[in-house]
T-cell receptor, first 114, second 114 residues
């Protein structure tokens, strides 16, 4: 079975500061990992995903995440926060085979302080 | 580009009433999904459809039915609404062959059951 834990339901950063949103996963098989972003009153948008290959994954809007198997982590980072990054971010995990198995974390709301 | 379109955006029902949530995508995707999002929780899969004419249960299918009318449209029906079904419902689609990697979401239907 797969699951994800997002540490910190709310994160605040100053504009221009580093963004770090934490995600740890549990999986009995090598996982596929995803980050989604949700802006107010909108659906989710896929930011980036890791399936196989390079462990550092680059996504849209300057975000990236690194798959660390030894730490069972897939933290999302951005070097410099922008006001437009304020949103809710969801980490999700699935297994490489089978359907009906994408499990979402509970989300982290990012606030960017001007 | 319309992407994934959901109707209605808001709805208030009384317990026991029925309604259908509509979803259409214009990206020629094979896979479509229905999720619900509740406060403090990630998205949970209700039903999905790998292709026209096929549907399968997700994590929380009880109380719902779906129809994959054609490649574009995937509807969700509540036959007898219950207060526990108060939620925000999202439809999603994916061009990925592998299931359960939703890429494009609609803006959601906010449903309240009184």
């Amino acid at each position: 079975a797969q699951s994800v834990t997002q540490l910190g339901s709310h994160v605040s950063v100053s504009e221009g500061a580093l963004v770090l949103l934490r995600c740890n996963y549990s999986s009995s098989v090598p996982p596929y990992l995803f980050w989604y972003v949700q802006y107010p009153n909108q659906g989710l948008q896929l930011l980036l995903k890791y399936t196989t290959g390079a462990t550092l994954v680059k996504g849209i809007n300057g975000f990236e995440a690194e798959f660390k198997k030894s730490e069972t982590s897939f933290h999302l980072t951005k070097p410099s926060a922008h006001m437009s990054d304020a949103a809710e971010y969801f980490c999700a995990v699935s297994a490489p085979t089978g359907a009906n198995n994408l499990f979402f974390g509970t989300g982290t709301r990012l606030t960017v302080i001007p | 580009n319309a992407g994934v379109t959901q109707t209605p955006k808001f709805q208030v029902l009384k317990t026991g009433q029925s309604m259908t949530l509509q979803c259409a995508q214009d990206m020629n995707h094979n896979s479509m999904y229905w999720y619900r999002q509740d406060p403090g929780m990630g998205l949970r899969l209700i039903y999905y459809s790998a292709s026209e004419g096929t549907t399968d249960k997700g994590e929380v299918p009880n109380g719902y039915n779906v129809s994959r009318l054609n490649k574009r449209e995937f509807s969700l029906r509540l036959e007898s609404a219950a207060p526990s079904q108060t939620s925000v419902y999202f439809c999603a689609s994916s061009e990925e062959e592998r299931l359960n990697q939703p890429q494009h979401f609609g803006d959601g239907t906010r449903l309240s059951i009184l």
